[in-house]
């Protein structure tokens, strides 16, 4: 069975500080691993994803991630928070033997204090 | 290239009553995931299908139905609802069901 933990309901980072979401996941079998980001009352964005290719992963507005196997980790960073990253952020895994189905954390929020 | 539309994006049921969500995919995306999303369960996965078959299923009661036709778009159903159905429900599409993207979901409110 697959499983996600992300450390810290909330964590609360000053405007251009550096950013640090934690995730961990449990896998069987090689997994592939994914960030989205929800904005109040919307669906989620895709931030990035991890399949197997290169294990630093950039993704969009600044985001970037590193699947540590030995760590079975994948931690979210961005260098500089900007106001505008405050939200919730999911981490999720997907069994790649056959797609559909995501695995999510409880979600982290984000808060950026000017 | 138009993202995922869900309709409609606001509902408001009574306990019993039985309600129909709808899903339109990404064009060329031919697989549709169901999500539920509540603040005290958060994102769980209610079923997937895949050129019109169910493919993978969550752990939700029988109440629970859905099917997708062969523009790949796909509706959801739950039957008898009960106060505890309320929340949002998100629809996903990808190609092959890896990579998912969302539509800005449904509000359900069981009253």
């Known amino acids: 069975a697959q499983s996600v933990t992300q450390l810290g309901s909330h964590v609360s980072v000053s405007e251009g500080a550096l950013v640090l979401l934690r995730c961990n996941y449990s896998?069987?079998?090689?997994?592939?691993l994914f960030w989205y980001v929800q904005y109040p009352n919307q669906g989620l964005q895709l931030l990035l994803k991890?399949?197997?290719?290169?294990?630093l992963v950039k993704g969009i507005n600044g985001f970037e991630a590193e699947f540590k196997k030995s760590e079975t980790s994948f931690h979210l960073t961005k260098p500089s928070a900007h106001m505008s990253d405050a939200a919730e952020y999911f981490c999720?895994?997907?069994?790649?033997?056959?797609?559909?189905?995501?695995?999510f954390g409880q979600g982290t929020e984000l808060s950026v204090k000017p | 290239k138009a993202g995922v539309t869900q309709t409609p994006r606001y509902l408001i049921k009574t306990r019993g009553q039985q309600v129909t969500l709808s899903c339109s995919p990404i064009?060329?995306?031919?697989?549709v995931s169901w999500y539920q999303q509540t603040p005290g369960q958060g994102l769980q996965f209610l079923f997937e299908?895949?050129?019109?078959?169910?493919?993978n299923k969550g752990n939700f009661p029988g109440r629970f139905s859905g099917r997708q036709f062969s523009n790949s778009r796909s509706e959801m159903n739950v039957s008898t609802l009960e106060l505890g159905d309320s929340a949002l429900y998100l629809c996903?599409?990808?190609?092959?069901?890896?990579?998912?993207?969302f539509g800005p979901g449904t509000r359900l409110t069981v009253t």
């Open positions: 999720a895994v997907s069994d790649r033997r056959q797609g559909g189905k995501l695995i």
């Open positions: 064009s060329g995306h031919r697989s």
């Open positions: 991890y399949t197997s290719a290169a294990t």
């Open positions: 299908y895949f050129s019109e078959t169910q493919r």
């Open positions: 896998s069987s079998v090689p997994p592939y």
């Open positions: 996903a599409s990808s190609l092959e069901g890896f990579e998912q993207y």
